[in-house]
Antibody, heavy 119, light 109 residues
Framework: EVQLLESGGGLVQPGGSLRLSCTAS????????MSWVRQAPGKGPEWVSAISDGGGHIYYADSLKGRFTISRDNSKNTLYLQMNSLRAEDTAIYYCAKEVGVVAAFDIWGQGTVVTVSS | EIVLTQSPGTLSLSPGERATLSCRASQSVSSSYLGWYQQKPGQAPRLLIYGASSRATGIPDRFSGSGSGTDFTLTISRLEPEDFAVYYCQQYGSSSSWTFGQGTKVEIK
């Protein structure tokens, strides 16, 4: 069974940092582009960042202004999101999602990890 | 950035009825990159439709997608009890970024 499992969320103060992880199983992780998508309470999903299968191409939502860094370790089947200078508006469920090749849709999602930014 | 506007915000229907959900883009979207998702409370979104009209693996044929340019539609031909949920459209643009609509809630009337 294909599975994505996020971890690393929690409560952090404004200005703090967190590193999220997403571990994949049941698929050839190194063959797929991956993304982080977040969803604030009561809102629709918001794409955060994407990384190509080999890690050579990386994209971010303009709204992040350089505060987040995506990376991956294909030897560990793991995707990461380093989040710095966190703000209250970063409070959300963070999902990792597998991209479907040429159609740029997300066919496999993790269960999400909750990030709360509050003093 | 392309903005996706979904309508209506809420659709109140009975099981067995037909649901028609709209997604309008602020500028033209490639049909290849238009998707629809279903989300139930406490769950991650689930891909229903990709490429505007292709059903994802395991999606029943009562779900269909259509449209092009700036106007896209998700149709559920006959609502089953498990179809009451929130639905989102999503597009991928030339700036290598994705955007989602704000969602349409399909609720039991």
């Amino acid at each position: 069974e294909v599975q994505l499992l996020e971890s690393g969320g929690g409560l952090v103060q404004p200005g703090g940092s967190l590193r999220l992880s997403c571990t994949a199983s049941g698929l050839t992780f190194s063959s797929y582009a991956m993304s982080w998508v977040r969803q604030a309470p009561g809102k629709g999903p918001e794409w955060v960042s994407a990384i190509s299968d080999g890690g050579g191409h990386i994209y971010y939502a303009d709204s992040l202004k350089g505060r987040f860094t995506i990376s991956r370790d294909n030897s560990k089947n793991t995707l990461y999101l380093q989040m710095n200078s966190l703000r209250a508006e970063d409070t959300a469920i963070y999902y990792c999602a597998k991209e479907v090749g040429v159609v740029a849709a997300f066919d496999i999602w993790g269960q999400g990890t909750v990030v709360t930014v509050s003093s | 950035e392309i903005v996706l506007t979904q309508s209506p915000g809420t659709l109140s229907l009975s099981p067995g009825e037909r649901a028609t959900l709209s997604c309008r883009a602020s500028q033209s979207v490639s049909s290849s990159y238009l998707g629809w998702y279903q989300q139930k409370p406490g769950q991650a979104p689930r891909l229903l439709i990709y490429g505007a009209s292709s059903r994802a693996t395991g999606i029943p044929d009562r779900f269909s997608g259509s449209g092009s340019g700036t106007d896209f539609t998700l149709t559920i031909s006959r609502l089953e009890p498990e179809d009451f949920a929130v639905y989102y459209c999503q597009q991928y643009g030339s700036s290598s970024s994705w955007t989602f609509g704000q969602g349409t809630k399909v609720e039991i009337k």
